[in-house]
């Protein structure tokens, strides 16, 4: 399983931005879908999940409201719809899968597209 993140980029506080992620190698619908971020000299930690169906998501404390994760299984797809961008969201996003929706272990890993939030 391979993911290709993209559609980082600099936005000023306050705006949206639109990160996807194609999963290719295998169909993507029996793997749970997600986003970790990692910020500079900072933990990295998970931003949301999704599940094969999309009848299951989870997103952080930290961007509900604010994030939404979605999914196309038929374009192996998945998305992170970011509004209301804060300096704080500055990081590195990694698209993320596995297996099974009640593992925590990420199993494969995108390369990583960079969003910088100005303020």
């Known amino acids: 399983v391979q993911l290709q993140a993209s559609g980082g980029g600099l936005v000023q506080a306050g705006a949206s931005l639109r990160l996807s992620c194609a999963l290719s190698?295998?169909?993507?619908?029996?793997?749970?879908l997600g986003w970790l971020r990692q910020a500079p000299g900072k933990d990295r930690e998970f931003v949301a999940a999704?599940?094969?169906?999309?009848?299951?998501?989870q997103h952080a404390d930290s961007v509900k409201g604010r994030f939404t994760i979605s999914r196309e299984n038929a374009k192996n797809m998945v998305y992170l719809q970011m509004n209301s961008l804060k300096p704080e969201d500055t990081a590195i996003y990694y698209c993320?899968?596995?297996?099974?929706?009640?593992?925590?272990?990420?199993?494969?890993w995108g390369q990583g597209t960079q969003v910088t939030v100005s303020s």
């Open positions: 993320v899968a596995r297996s099974n929706w009640y593992r925590e272990k990420w199993n494969y």
């Open positions: 190698g295998r169909p993507s619908s029996p793997y749970v």
């Open positions: 999704i599940s094969g169906d999309s009848r299951l998501k």
